[in-house]
């Protein structure tokens, strides 16, 4: 595999996923958001496998995905991160949903929605924001405070040019965003029932 298959994956766009669900020829849907997340909205027939577990149980979860496989996200970014995941183990098929759930969303296709949260990017948004803006009013009584906004500023900018987020992973282990527990004999036991 080529470096650039491994940094681009193939993607499936809103309108075609659909047709596909519609016409009854639905691909394995995993959606590797957070738990909190995934009750909050989620395309029907998604399966909830939060990126960690992925990452961490992929070999086990290779066996029960042959068929073909859309992983799902909020905008793209950790469905990406799922499908290199994945792809080095060799798993043909697998797709990421080009622009995630606000693209899914965007084209008012129909979510199974449940307990309203905010996502995790609104919640590093907050979090960063709130620690800059602390950090540059503290700086008046405290000039070293000054450090942790740039300090948060250089945290954003490596999260952007590497696509991952230490904050955002942090964030995702609150009670808040953990919703239903979401382990892998569950998911498995899911996987193995609804195989075709």
């Given at each position: 595999?080529?470096?650039?298959?491994?940094?681009?994956?193939?993607?499936?766009?809103?309108?075609?996923?659909?047709?596909?669900?519609?016409?009854?020829?639905?691909?394995?849907?995993?959606?590797?958001?957070?738990?909190?997340?995934?009750?909050?909205?989620?395309?029907?027939?998604?399966?909830?496998v939060p990126l960690d577990l992925l990452k961490e149980h992929r070999a086990e979860?290779?066996?029960?995905?042959?068929?073909?496989?859309?992983?799902?996200?909020?905008?793209?970014?950790?469905?990406?991160?799922?499908?290199?995941?994945?792809?080095?183990?060799?798993?043909?098929?697998?797709?990421?949903?080009?622009?995630?759930?606000?693209?899914?969303?965007?084209?008012?296709?129909?979510?199974?929605?449940?307990?309203?949260r905010w996502d995790l990017e609104r919640q590093v948004r907050l979090v960063a924001?709130?620690?800059?803006?602390?950090?540059?009013?503290?700086?008046?009584?405290?000039?070293?405070?000054?450090?942790?906004?740039?300090?948060?500023?250089?945290?954003?900018?490596?999260?952007?040019v590497t696509n991952t987020c230490a904050m955002g992973m942090l964030l995702s282990?609150?009670?808040?965003?953990?919703?239903?527990?979401?382990?892998?004999?569950?998911?498995?036991?899911?996987?193995?029932?609804?195989?075709?």
């Amino acid at each position: 595999m080529s470096a650039s298959e491994t940094t681009r994956p193939a993607t499936l766009d809103a309108a075609a996923l659909r047709e596909l669900i519609d016409s009854g020829r639905s691909p394995r849907l995993l959606d590797v958001r957070t738990p909190a997340e995934f009750e909050t909205a989620h395309i029907p027939g998604a399966y909830n496998v939060p990126l960690d577990l992925l990452k961490e149980h992929r070999a086990e979860l290779r066996d029960h995905l042959d068929e073909e496989v859309v992983l799902i996200c909020r905008s793209g970014a950790r469905a990406g991160q799922a499908h290199q995941a994945l792809a080095e183990l060799g798993l043909p098929n697998l797709k990421v949903l080009d622009g995630g759930m606000l693209a899914w969303q965007a084209t008012n296709a129909p979510i199974k929605q449940g307990r309203q949260r905010w996502d995790l990017e609104r919640q590093v948004r907050l979090v960063a924001g709130s620690i800059v803006l602390l950090s540059v009013l503290g700086s008046v009584l405290a000039p070293g405070l000054k450090w942790v906004a740039g300090f948060i500023g250089a945290g954003l900018t490596f999260a952007a040019v590497t696509n991952t987020c230490a904050m955002g992973m942090l964030l995702s282990k609150l009670p808040y965003n953990r919703g239903a527990s979401c382990d892998l004999d569950t998911i498995v036991g899911h996987l193995r029932d609804t195989r075709p």
